[in-house]
């Protein structure tokens, strides 16, 4: 059944005996879990009434079906478009707070909040307040910015009662928000935006140092940004920034470059994180010594640092695709080599890359044939015809790309011979091979993907069919007659399989003919 079918069963008023009430019950009950399992956001608004039916289960599943789908909601937009037109009165509220317990009543007041009525919002937002729990918070904040000024003066001293000891985690929880409804031109709230981070980051800076790392990545970043703002910064704010596992954390900290340690530095330039590292070398270009600094992020696994790099010692080094060569015949630092070959147009080396083509380091291979792929075309070609069926799929990925552009005979041939003999995963490398290529040339290869013996590469053959349908009224260019003649004749053999053991619901080949005279 859909959905509105359970809604409706859930509507269904006790009747009849006692028998069948007891039956009728059990398919609201089983009514709600379906909703749960099929519902979305918006079906709040359908189980907001049942939160008050006479029967305790009902009153208790519904709560929790719609529990469950809000904690669903992700972004801020989908809260009030999905609850602003929940069927809730000042009353309900009072029925919530007689009926379910405070840490229910939490996400019912917050749903409430959320009314497209002010004065439910209203008395929503002051017993959100009432409730003295931190989950509360982030909808007390959202009302800071409400379009009713009624609204938000209660929501100003919403957040005023739990600027306390007890609720500081909370308000570091929510930080991010703080920052986001600043922004809200509806109202000036900068007043109680600074009062919080003063609250948060000046009062309690003791037990934001000791927590910092159990934050989210968003509150971490929020609350660096507040940190470097001052001209002092303590240093061991500073070295917690610099420790920290987000990058972007770790990159706010060189706002105060000037008070690193030479050891921070250097651990900065090798950073895992090629923006930290680049930032790193972009405030040292002013260093006496930056020539010396720089010269081995030649070889960084970064592009960007590469060519940071290359650009600094365009002065000093004449010839930057000989340094990379070199460190590929001493076999050292091998894959940024690679890469830095090819940036340099090294085409007087590419003899170099031919080795690694063929080492057992499925990344030296990838690198090796992105290389010979931009400085030598033919050879690259010859690869990727001759690694078609390669076992690593990684390569396989590189290959298909590149031979995307080649519709020639011995492409098509290859791609045949290893769809015919190749495993399921060979099989999908060589559909997107024929998806990409597309026209004519493949139709019959994709038609007789969708007849294959495996489910799931029927599905995506089916896929690529749609697309070559879809495509097909632009081709203004006149088939060969020798793709013509294979195309009708698959789509016979294909057609008839359909018909036989009806893969789908309805034949895909069906129409297709038209394409084909």
Known sequence: MELWNYIQILGQERQGWWLARKDNLENRLIALDQILEKGTLYSIQHLIPYLKDPNSDIRNRTYHVITQLFENITSKKEYYNALKHCDISKSDIDYYQQTFSNEECVVLYSIASLNSKGFVREKAVKYLTDSKNEKAIPFIIYRLADWVEQVRKVALQGIENYKKNEFVNGLVKNLPLFEWIKSVQRADLSAVHSEIMDFVLVEHGDYLNEYFA?????????????????????????????????????????????????????????????????????????????????????????????????????????????????????????????????????????????????????????????????????????YALSNLDSEHAGIRKLVVAFLSNYKTTDVLQKAREVYKYGNDDLKKSILLLFSNIGKWQVIADIMLGTVDENANIRQISMVYLRQWINKAPSYFVMPQQEDLERANTVFEFAFKIHEQKKYFEKNPLSGIDFYLR
Request: charged residues 30%; positive net charge; hydrophobic residues 40%.
């Open 214 to 382: 159990s934050f989210s990545d968003d509150v971490r970043i929020t609350i660096a940004k507040k940190m470097v703002i001052v001209t002092e910064i303590e240093v061991d704010k500073l070295s917690i920034l610099l420790n920290d596992k987000n990058f972007i954390v770790r990159s706010i900290a060189l706002c105060h470059f000037d008070k690193l340690t030479q050891h921070q530095i250097d651990c900065l330039l090798i950073d895992k994180s090629p923006q930290v590292r680049l930032k790193t070398l972009h405030r040292l270009k002013d260093h006496p010594n930056f020539v010396e600094i720089v010269y081995p992020f030649l070889m960084d696994r970064s592009r960007s640092i590469r060519e940071l790099a290359r650009y600094s010692l365009k002065h000093s080094v004449d010839d930057f695709a000989r340094i990379y060569n070199d460190k590929l015949l001493n076999n050292e630092s091998v894959i940024s080599s690679l890469y830095g070959l090819a940036e340099t147009d090294g085409k007087k080396f590419v003899n170099s890359i031919i080795p690694f083509l063929d080492s057992p380091k499925a990344k030296v291979k990838k690198a090796a044939f992105l290389a010979l792929s931009g400085l030598d075309e033919s050879r690259a070609y010859d």
